[in-house]
């Protein structure tokens, strides 16, 4: 987006490549993306896992060096879409609540539960990748939340047989699964299958399952996705009604309702080409308490 090319974000490079030289930053369907001066050799690339490969004179992309920032150093701000930024608002975080957010990494919707509840809520922060927990690691203590939550590496389909202290005994999960990112953006290509759709549908609503048995009676869950497809949104909403799940009408103002009519007015959607963000859904269900009945 304009940003500075991080060494994690390089895919290959060529052998020849020397620090100094100029080059340019290329997708993989061959369009350049950027041009700019190489800050490694091409060597340091397969032993250094952090820094900046390329710095970027020229992009496609107009947008400041955000990350570079002297306000982002210190703390003052979380680079977030405005779609994700209304999930934190859509839990709505309290003071002691205990909160899952089942996949955590990077940390912004996490980050924003635990600003929004003043750092008083207890929040359980998980992602399945060690590297990924150490990002979220980071980006917590940049923000400056040490001490206001709990991180673990865990696979949080199993999370119910791994964490037997946290079954029935949950007030709010946040499921923001891996999906197809189809309402990522910008992007200059994308490359999708219909069965990557389903695999990742399938995939996704094992974290749903979970979440029930985590959930206290009465308890909340909010599920989200940077995606379009029904099939990782809406039906996956009913998959969740099927084990016992109520949906609860959500209103976000500027938002579109959900693509099937059973859901036109309790679910949010946003769209690139409608609302000028990414494409974005959010849901909110709870598991019934019975003892209310």
Partial sequence: MGANLYIPGVVRMDEEVRKGDEVNVIAPNGEVMAFGISE?????????????????????????KVREMREYEQGLFYDQ???????????????????????????????????????????????????????????????GMDGLYRVEVRDTRYLDVDRPDLVNSVDKVLIDPPCTDMGVRPRLFDVKTMDLVISMSNYQRQFIKVAWKLLKPGGVLVYSTCTIPPLENEDNIAYAESLGFEVVNISVPNASGGLISKYRDSVVRFYPHIHDTPGFFIAKLRKPDQRRQ
Avoid at 40 to 52: C, F, N, P, Q, Y
Avoid at 54 to 61: A, I, P, Q
Avoid at 117 to 141: P, Q
């Fill in 40 to 64: 490694v050799d091409s060597d340091e690339i397969r032993s250094t896992r952090r820094g900046i490969a390329v710095k970027t004179l020229v992009s496609v992309y107009e947008m400041p």
């Fill in 81 to 143: 879409s405005l779609p994700a930024q209304w999930v934190g608002r859509v839990i709505d975080p309290r003071p002691n609540e205990v909160i899952v957010d089942m996949n955590a990494a990077p940390g912004g919707k996490t980050s924003h539960i635990i600003q929004l509840s003043e750092g008083k809520a207890v929040v359980h922060a998980f992602d399945r990748s060690e590297g990924k927990v150490r990002e979220l690691i980071e980006v917590l203590s940049r923000l």
